[in-house]
């Protein structure tokens, strides 16, 4: 016995979705890389032994166009049929980018996909409008800073997020690095954190939003989101580099917590920091994070202590606005060693629409805390 | 109000955990980016900022060495306390190798974890003995094939599973594109596969076991876990990448599933595409499997689709089995493209307690599928 002759594939629509890789390979090469992608991605078997039909006809990726960008590089969109992923973003994530995330030279740039794919994901809860809502801060750029450094007891990043609250911050994140350490336990960091700000609120009349980082164990992420929502959490900090993309959906999905969500870059850094490979920073900072349903998302702008440069952070922007069916645009969030000079060029770049992050810099202007807000404040006012 | 001066800091043991990173870098700028290690992937704050104290004094990373490698390279021994990390695998990777993986030019080459940290994960619930004496294989090196391709309906790969038991293959596992798609659902797959896996087993008085893919959508994942358990599934596939680490960690942590964990390498290869960056194969294929449970790593052997150099799979077989407190060796299991004439090199490099995986190739050689195991077997066994 063998493989089944010409075996028919049920439940086949016709939809595809497609993806944009850039190929690093010559003209001799090129075509066999993409087709080396059609099979890796879908049956993962050697071209000659995929039975004729459905399989090879359908599920087996298709090149949908090959061309040179310059004297390395190749642009190639390939098309899936939408049953090789079923309703599942990790297995979406699988195909897009699964085994050939191995083999160097490989980078996707977008996706684009239909509207009966789309409508398996419920992407951003809120996204940009429905956020600012919430915040009462319906035109300008939202400021958030960072509760840090680690190693403070609970009480003394409550007193900083008081402080931060009063000087007229919208949003307050722990730092990504808060978890559940002996010195600053999760529950008690999130109840003196919260009342903190609530406390500001009712005497500023604002809705400063306190985010905790819900990053946690896989049995305990809900729960800790669950958790924040009741101790007044105002939305959430999530890294989905550790916890997955697909946990941060299921938050996002998740009706009793119904918090706008801030997705943090730490440790999948490693699909940027090579343009030959990895994914784009349109796709990866920008589509990605919606189909997972973040609401924003982190990532460090040029100038600051990271390397990406103003046309990758063009891109992200780009990514976070562009058409995606009902899928809502998000925030960038451009953070990573930014300071108060630096205003003028995120403006330039991000627009009003955009969460500026600012966190160590934030201590340095003064020592008094609740003025170097209200300076911040002032220079995204006037800019 | 500003930063509480010298704070002290609660609960912490003294005890430390290292890792090696290679920086590149030349002499002028690379005690800085070791510094900037020590800064970002803790208090993550300008170091004239950080409060003296406990914080500077503990919190902080510590270079323990900085030696030069070569005129490019230099390797650098950086240790945190172990409370940064509270007993969160997620925590744990934050700290690795959280920001700086968007930072060109770090790799993380090995970790060294004190007991006390150690304790804190089970690790593989099986590990090489313990898998070896389920399966009752107590010597020769186990052979693993993949149900493929993707677009075969549930009942067509369960022909394939039974073919392949019959043949006396030790492992049979869901190629990792199995998901849920409408052609060949989970549940019917898994139901059907395991039965005719059990039909081989009873005539071959052998203990085959089918190994379902249960990475799923991150409410999914345990469940069907239990459900392949309850089916008759003698280990698990899944794919951290997709998941994370933590969840594989979860799975093998869950003492009503007790099934071994075979661990894919899908999505995560940007760690490894580029030799500057990233996550060694040593760490990444090995060290970071044990600690998040995995009882087999594959890994695409050189020689095959994939570019891995045979010293890159040797650091890989010695990850796997390298001492690590209580955590077990693993099988290193080397596939992607394998042939049956890779069999005398992958001894070789693995030895004896690795699992050979061959999937595609396995249909190479004749079209009677149980004559083909049984010839590999044969190699296997003479070699």
């Not at 009063?166 to 350490?181: F, M, P, R, S, T």
Request: with cysteine; net charge negative.
């Amino acid at each position: 016995m063998t493989l089944p002759q010409r075996p028919r594939v049920t439940g086949l629509s016709g939809d595809r979705f497609r993806v944009l890789y850039t190929l690093i390979g010559d003209e001799s090469d090129v075509q066999a890389r993409a087709l080396d992608i059609c099979l890796e991605q879908t049956v993962e078997f050697p071209g000659d032994l995929v039975p004729d039909g459905d399989i090879r006809d359908h599920i087996v990726g298709q090149i949908d166009s090959l061309d040179r960008l310059d004297d390395r590089r190749y642009a190639a969109w390939i098309s899936y049929a939408v049953e090789t992923v079923g309703a599942e973003l990790t297995q979406f994530l699988n195909v897009v980018f699964g085994n050939i995330s191995i083999k160097p030279g490989i980078r996707v740039e977008q996706f684009d996909l239909p509207d009966s794919l789309l409508a398996q994901f419920k992407g951003p809860r809120f996204g940009v409008w429905d956020w600012r809502k919430l915040l009462n801060v319906p035109v300008r750029p939202l400021l958030c800073t960072a509760l840090k450094p680690m190693g403070l007891s609970a009480a003394e990043l409550a007193k900083l997020a008081g402080q931060f609250a009063l000087g007229g911050l919208d949003l307050i994140k722990d730092d990504h690095g808060l978890a559940n350490q002996p010195f600053a336990p999760f529950e008690e960091r999130v109840e003196r954190c919260a009342e903190a700000v609530a406390r500001a609120n009712a005497q500023t009349g604002l809705r400063c939003a306190y985010m905790p980082n819900i990053t946690a164990p896989a049995d305990q992420v809900l729960e800790r989101a669950r958790f924040a929502k009741q101790a007044g959490a105002g939305a959430l900090l999530i890294c989905p580099g550790l916890v997955s993309f697909d946990v941060m959906r299921q938050i996002a999905d998740s009706d009793d917590i119904d918090l706008p969500i801030m997705s943090h870059p730490s440790f999948y850094g490693s699909f940027v920091t090579h343009e030959d490979n990895g994914v784009s920073h349109y796709a990866l900072y920008g589509q990605l994070q919606r189909l997972a349903g973040a609401d924003a998302s982190i990532y460090p702008n040029f100038g600051g202590r990271f390397a990406f440069t103003r046309a990758q952070c063009e891109q992200i922007v780009a990514g976070c606005a562009v058409p995606m069916g009902q899928l809502k645009p998000i925030f960038p969030t451009p953070g990573g060693g930014m300071n108060m000079h630096s205003i003028p060029t995120i403006r330039e770049v991000c627009g009003q629409h955009a969460i500026y992050l600012i966190g160590g810099g934030l201590h340095r202007h003064s020592a008094d805390l609740v003025a170097n807000v209200q300076h911040f404040l002032n220079l995204v006012e006037t800019h």
